[in-house]
């Protein structure tokens, strides 16, 4: 009987490189599968993918919206700047009392069914202005159609009379303006008793700011008023008494001051400096 052979068995220190082997050749295997899988996943270029250029369908689209937006603003433009269809049709006056408002308009001189964007409004403004009794005009567009002339009149705080061979009685206004001629003395209005009345004169320009802003009570009672100076403004009351007023300065401090003076005799009462003012019989 033959002996029976026995198959040797490695040994520990042989098994554990083979062990190892197996295992980096294991994982050696499972990256190279995850690199081809990840490959695998990557999108592959594809000519869907890639930028066309635009069909001559766009491209025709596109000249069309150009030039359809090229016609709308030059339509806008016209309508705008040269067609009547947004034209002067109406001029509203509004604020005159005494100057008719037919008079206005035919001085503004607003050309009918012109654009309204083209009009100068400051050249209407100044053909209103230079109209003896206005104080100040306003020019504004209403659209569609609309030009609006506000006005403010010129009101009368004296008058003055050119005498025997003179042209009449004229209004002046509180800043010396003569705007205005009359038949007759207006009541309730006192006199200038200047050589001169006129916008340009100081002496005139002082003696107006005066009546302009003494309290009306005593402008009431005032029937002439004349000066020499600038500083040197005087009136005549109802009552014959005469006030010397001096500038236009300290007016509320002057009329206190003037009032108690009146409660006693004098003729002249002199209150152009209020903290010294003197009567004289």
Sequence with gaps: MSPTRERRRPSAEEDVP??????????????????RRTRAARPKPSA????RRPT???????????LLSVLTVVALVYLLFFSSMLGVRDVSVSGSRTVP????????????????LRLSTGEIRDRVAA????????VSRSWPNTVEITVTERTAIAFFDSGPGGDGVHLVDG?????????????????????????????????TAV??????????QVTTATAKTPASVEFTL????????GTAEQTDRKAKVLAALLTQDGKVYDVAAPELPTITS
Excluded: C, H
Aim: aromatic share 2%; hydrophobic share 40%; net charge positive.
């Design 18 to 35: 083979d062990r190892a082997t197996l295992a980096r050749q294991r994982r050696g295997r499972r990256s190279e599968e995850e690199r």
């Design 48 to 51: 869907r993918t890639r930028p």
């Design 56 to 66: 001559r369908q766009v491209e025709i689209r596109r000249r069309w919206v150009a």
């Design 101 to 116: 408002a037919d008079q206005i308009r035919t001085v503004a001189a607003v050309p009918a069914d012109k654009p309204m």
């Design 131 to 138: 109209m003896p009794g206005i104080a100040t005009v306003e």
């Design 175 to 207: 800043g010396g303006v003569v705007f205005k001629t009359v038949a007759a003395r207006p009541a309730g209005l006192p006199e200038l008793k200047l050589p001169k009345v006129s916008a340009d004169d100081p002496v005139t320009r002082a003696v």
């Design 211 to 220: 009546l302009g802003v003494i309290p009306e009570q005593l402008l009431k």
């Design 238 to 245: 109802a009552n014959g008494k005469i006030v010397r007023w």
